[in-house]
């Protein structure tokens, strides 16, 4: 028997205009490269959840050919997120009219499992585990059910957990790995679509497991660089200190996700230069705490703005660069915010800046709300849940201006001239702190 | 600086060993390198050398050749 495991990958963006703005900006490029050939973690996790005397195969999208023959198994497991869900739903209608059953699962999925089912033979919610083990034993015995529900808790104590089969991925081109070393986030930001939908709190991996996982992928490569697939790696700073100790030796370079408040503590911001963190990724989202106000319930990130430029230089002069998120079309955003977030950005010294306009992906709390209050532009758009296209009336402007104003700050940002400025002054702080 | 100094920094820099890297090769995807490890190379040698390469050009040093080559080119101390 064996299982095709096939992940939807890659990055899109529906707006004509800026998807020919985009693909002329170096460092909207660089980045979208470098998401689209992340392997899929999610799917390397059910391959380690199916048992042995199943022969998996580990598949992306861009490997299979539309035109071409369907590459033959039992059964197909898909993982999709919501961008690419119409195309994962077309690949599996085609495998089921091909007579071969398919399994969906991931985000979307999870969020959505009513639409999802009318693609597939059974259906995933939640993680993997606790549920893919069950389905496979089913469908070996001709009783596959319709939907299997994954754990929300305890899924990286034992029985559940299962390091991913990073072997699946030996001989591929992949200059990125990642490793998740946990599931959620406290601060429960409205319009988070990640893995805090699919676990009903922070769960954390043991330190030895996540070193574990680290030295596992380091064997099927010889330099690769580490992503660590989290939605905030460092909330626990003592857990955090004591993974940065562990991989000290381990001798990678890595990123992450996580937020301002590493730069709160001198000890963690020493252990991650030294450990290897050549960059974190951060959601400011804005660059005013009155446009923060409410998007995440303890109102988190508003009381930290008036301090984000002094973390920001005080991560950066740790040798550790920062690429800061911001998010378009908050509720108190209005035409004004534009210009304040390239006049941030500059005063900054960010390396690296990633501008998104906020998407409200189906069962986020944001989707709700804006649904409630009559302001999604379509009633199903998930192909535009791309982070940069416009799916709902903005509070304080129109679709236009908002849509305008992206565009003014990609073009304001992601030129040449100001790429250039952001790398010099990186290269300043880096020769500052060479001995 | 002589190639054999400048395989020593940029060795001691990006960890990797570049004793059979060709002079032609390209560093970034003969040693899969990070974009911000070879950032972190050129601004080594800036710091050695005190030289500065130029800001829009960083991306055309790829190989130790094109490194050394704009070295002994800069006439700067």
Redesign the interface.
Known sequence: MKIGLIAMSGVRVRSPELAELGVTLPQFVSRGKVIASLPSLGLLTVAALTPDDVEVAYREIGEVDPEAELEPFDLVGISSFTAQIDEAYALADRYRKAGVPVVLGGLHVSLMPEEAAQHADAIVVNGAEGAWPRLVEDFKNNRMQARYDGLRADVFKAPNYVKPKFELLRGRPYNRLTVQTSRGCPLRCEFCAASIRITSGFQQKPVDVAVEEIESALEVTDHAFFELADDNTFINKKWGKEFLRAIIPLGITWFTETDISVAEDEELLELLARSGCRQILVGLESPSGEDLDGIDPGNWKRKRCDQYLELVDRTQSAGIAVNGCFILGLDNHTRDTFPRVKEFVDKSGLLEVQITVQTPFPGTPLYDRLKLEGRLLQERFWDRCTLFDVNFRPKNMTVEQLEEGVRWLFKEIYNENEFNKRRRHYMEIVKSQIQ | MSEEALRKLLSTVS??DLSHTGLDEDLKES???????G??M???V???LNLRFP??K?DSFRTMNQILEFIHRDPSP
């Open positions: 960890g990797r040693l899969d390198l990070d974009s911000l490890t950032l972190r050129l601004a080594a800036e710091k050695q800001d829009d960083l």
